[in-house]
């Protein structure tokens, strides 16, 4: 590749990363939804902040919480949400901070993941558009809810089990790979059976 064109196209992905920056933070104090497991968890952001306390116990899972014994996710969720309250100034939509940044670093990597069965730039940077543009991604980005950040972490394993299956050996993306996966089981234990096939 050129290197005219590598400026080229690192120039549409700054691009692509500004536009999804627009779409994620934009009008969010107005449109924010603030209810169900988003108000809860918020709460107990709070009251950790407050208190000053360390916990390793998350948000229960839903179908326990009705039932005689409950089943809990890892914490990581509430410290993510209390680091962007904390730049923020304690506005309710900060709390998505640290998830907005996340998808904004995924965008790149997203267009690097990509070269794995797409060999047309064109075509690459037109899916990399879809990804950032996407309902779901758009979406999720704007939520303070513990299966978000999932989405971007999950962008940045499969690269490092891609880039691990080119270099045919254990390398620091095998290392890698399995330190995020073990992020994001702390975040939601539905990712165990995807991530145990790999």
């Known amino acids: 590749m050129l290197k005219q064109q590598r400026w080229i196209i690192a120039l549409l992905l700054v691009a692509l990363v ?5 779409f994620y933070r934009y009008n969010l104090e107005q449109s924010y939804i603030l209810k169900g497991d988003t108000v809860r ?27 005689t014994r409950e089943l809990y996710f890892g914490s990581l969720h509430y410290y993510l949400g209390m680091a962007g309250l904390v730049v923020g100034n304690f506005k309710v939509p900060y709390a998505a901070l640290a998830n907005t940044l996340l998808v904004m670093a995924a965008i790149p990597a997203f267009f690097l ?4 069965c797409i060999r047309k730039m064109w075509q690459r ?44 050996s254990t390398s620091i993306w095998s290392l890698m790979a399995g330190a995020i996966a073990g992020i994001i089981f702390n975040l939601h234990y539905f990712t165990a059976l995807p991530l145990f096939m790999v």
Not at 18 to 22: A, D, M, N, Q
Not at 113 to 116: E, G, H, M, R, V
Not at 143 to 151: A, C, E, G, M, R
Request: glycine residues 6%; aromatic residues 16%; contains cysteine.
């Open 18 to 22: 500004c536009l999804g920056l627009f």
């Open 41 to 67: 968890d918020m709460l107990t952001v709070l009251r950790l902040y407050e208190s000053k306390k360390i916990t390793l116990i998350g948000p229960p899972i839903s179908f326990g919480q009705s039932g």
């Open 113 to 116: 993941l990509s070269a794995c």
């Open 125 to 168: 940077l037109l899916l990399t558009f879809l990804f950032v543009a996407g309902p779901v991604t758009v979406l999720h980005t704007r939520l303070f809810w513990n299966p978000s950040p999932i989405i971007p972490l999950s962008i940045f394993f499969w690269l490092c089990v891609y880039y691990s299956y080119i270099k045919k």
